[in-house]
């Protein structure tokens, strides 16, 4: 992780910042990172672990196989890969949510030592989409998480920086668990599409598919992100 900067060009100034976020703000959000991290990490892990064919087989039973150009056998070989890494990239993501959550508490504690014995405010824009990041987690609503996150972010950056920077950086810290699952389940298609003879097909739908969703996902995250802290900017 990269070791993060105190900010040494707002130290002193006023704003709509006012006062900065305390520390125990930081061990909540690390601590948060690190269950969500850890109960992803579990549920995916048991998942894995119970997938059975048998029961996948007649969980498919209602599914109209001819309309998609395979036999049930076929469709269940293909989607026995794909949910596996499915449940994988959940793992993965997962842990990389509580490694994440600890660096993060490690690295603001080291910042603010830093802060403390300069003079100088602890806040850095990457902190801010952090916290950003963290408050959209709690959102249930997709679109509106996104606007409150970045305004979050927005609301905390200093008025010399970019508000909007920091909104999209929150749209896109808060994007990396997805991206890992995301990518798990492309290469789960592609994987499951080669063992029915279908790998053309695998890479059409898991490579060039996932490779439009991600895009998409990334555009939308961090302009809705970058829409939240300009607004912010701006309304507070």
Known sequence: MTA????TT??????????????????????????VGAGMAVGGGVAY????????ESGLTDVPVLDLG?????LVTAALPALEWLFIGIVASGLVLVAGGVGFVLSRRRTRRRATQAGETPGTV?????????TAALVPV????????GGVAGYLEPPARSSSRAGALAGLVGLIPAIGILAAGAVGVVVGASAVGELN????????????????????????G?????????LV
């Not at 672990?49 to 996948?56: A, T």
């Open 4 to 7: 993060e900067r105190s900010n």
């Open 10 to 35: 707002d130290a002193g100034r006023t704003g709509h910042t006012g006062t900065e976020v305390p520390g125990i703000v930081d061990w909540v959000v690390g601590l948060f990172a690190a269950l």
């Open 49 to 56: 672990w119970v997938l059975d064919r048998g029961e996948l």
């Open 70 to 74: 395979l036999t049930r056998g076929e």
């Open 126 to 134: 990457w902190a801010h989409a952090v916290y950003g990041a963290a």
């Open 142 to 149: 997709a679109p509106l998480s996104g606007l409150v996150g």
């Open 201 to 224: 097909a695998g890479l059409l739908i898991g490579g060039l598919g996932g490779g439009a969703l991600l895009a998409v996902l990334v555009a939308l995250s961090a302009g809705l």
């Open 226 to 234: 970058a829409l939240g802290g300009a607004l912010a900017d701006r």
